[in-house]
T-cell receptor, first 114, second 110 residues
Framework: ETGVTQSPTHLIKTRGQQVTLRCSSQ?????VSWYQQALGQGPQFIFQ???????GRGNFPPRFSGLQFPNYSSELNVNALELDDSALYLC?????????????FGNGTRLTVT | GQSLEQPSEVTAVEGAIVQINCTYQ??????LSWYQQHDGGAPTFLSY????GLEETGRFSSFLSRSDSYGYLLLQELQMKDSASYFC???????????FGGGTRVLVKP
């Protein structure tokens, strides 16, 4: 069983630019969630996808968007980057079979906006 | 609104017992999860409580009191490798959408 992998591991962008972060979920996991983790804080829920459809969204503006693909991969896109977007972005997959299925996190992408 | 409160940091020696408390205020509640995160690593699932009571998994146990909106994670026989951040997280609705607390950093000393 492969784990959750994210790319790139680190990224530096300039304010106003756009960024795409990628995630490959565990095989068989139909649900993928994205979280933002600022330094020293807990992860904050951005949104979730289930079978390629958005299935819930946290308190993040529309410039945060996502996609999920049939091959268990997904993307997080952020437009018009702001300095406060600097954080660790975590992808987490789960089977979705039970509402409390444990989340399997990737190691994250560390985004720095300058 | 919703909030989760947990201590920011706990220090203990090897072999000791540590209890990390978590109180929550939330509209809608399915259960309370705990995750461990080592520096530079991914959060990893430790436990989930949906019903009142104690769940034991090896050296780690988790407790929930729904009436008190309170839970705790108990770490026993502390080892150096237990030095990490521990997060409580509320499951508010079906679909694994978790709301995390700010985390408790546990430092284990020899």
């Amino acid at each position: 069983e492969t784990g959750v992998t994210q790319s790139p591991t680190h990224l530096i962008k300039t304010r106003g630019q756009q960024v795409t972060l990628r995630c490959s979920s565990q095989s068989g996991h139909n649900t993928v969630s994205w979280y933002q983790q600022a330094l020293g804080q807990g992860p904050q829920f951005i949104f979730q996808y289930y079978r390629e459809e958005e299935n819930g969204r946290g308190n993040f503006p529309p410039r945060f968007s996502g996609l999920q693909f049939p091959n268990y991969s997904s993307e997080l896109n952020v437009n018009a980057l702001e300095l406060d977007d600097s954080a660790l972005y975590l992808c987490a997959s789960s089977t979705g079979d039970d509402y409390n299925s444990p989340l399997h996190f990737g190691n994250g992408t560390r985004l720095t906006v300058t | 609104g919703q909030s989760l409160e947990q201590p920011s940091e706990v220090t203990a020696v090897e072999g000791a017992i540590v209890q990390i408390n978590c109180t929550y205020q939330t509209s809608g509640f399915y259960g309370l999860s705990w995750y461990q995160q080592h520096d530079g690593g991914a959060p990893t699932f430790l436990s989930y409580n949906a019903l009142d009571g104690l769940e034991e998994t090896g050296r780690f146990s988790s407790f929930l009191s729904r009436s008190d909106s309170y839970g705790y994670l108990l770490l026993q026989e502390l080892q150096m490798k237990d030095s990490a951040s521990y997060f409580c997280a509320v499951l508010k609705a079906a679909g694994n959408k978790l709301t995390f607390g700010g985390g408790t950093r546990v430092l284990v000393k020899p």
